[in-house]
């Protein structure tokens, strides 16, 4: 998935972001000057053995135990870096966009990412962040939205 070609097709506005090249969702948004709390990450889960991305704001943690009880599942855990390669080939490894629904996964996201009017995320890449309006972000993906961060 090109996400800016995915926008476009989505009809939305968007911005992108070229930045230094960063490892992290924390470190991007210092390079971009963004506040954490604007500035989405995405980490992939395995929830009772099926991927699911879970969106957080880049400053807090996902909390297993949370997303396990919104979504009734039994277990929780990290997927492991393998897993990432075959089901994001065209991302860069850590650079996923917060678009399960383009890979078929579902997407839950935290809360707090849907305060403010503005998300910042990944562009599939280490050095291109995508900036849009979050009503937009939701609309076109239909997030679950639970907390699920700490």
């Known amino acids: 998935m090109n996400v800016e070609l995915h926008l476009r097709n989505c009809g ?6 070229p930045h230094r090249t960063e490892y992290t969702a924390a470190h991007t948004a210092q390079a971009l000057h963004v506040p954490g709390g ?18 957080i704001p880049s400053h807090r943690m996902v909390n297993m135990q949370l997303v396990g009880r919104e979504l009734k599942a039994a277990a929780v855990q990290l997927a ?63 997030p679950h939205i639970a907390h699920i961060a700490c």
């Open 12 to 17: 939305v506005e968007f911005e992108v972001l």
């Open 38 to 55: 604007h500035f989405a990450k995405t980490v992939v889960l395995k929830v009772d053995d099926r991927p699911v991305l879970a969106v």
């Open 80 to 142: 492991r870096e393998e897993e990432l390669l075959e089901l994001f080939p065209d991302c860069e490894l850590g650079a996923i966009p917060p678009f399960g629904s383009e890979y078929e996964m579902e997407t839950i996201v935290d809360e707090e990412l849907t305060w403010d009017d503005h998300i910042i995320f990944e562009g599939n890449t280490h050095h291109r962040a995508i900036g849009m309006d979050s009503r937009d972000y939701v609309r076109i993906e239909h």
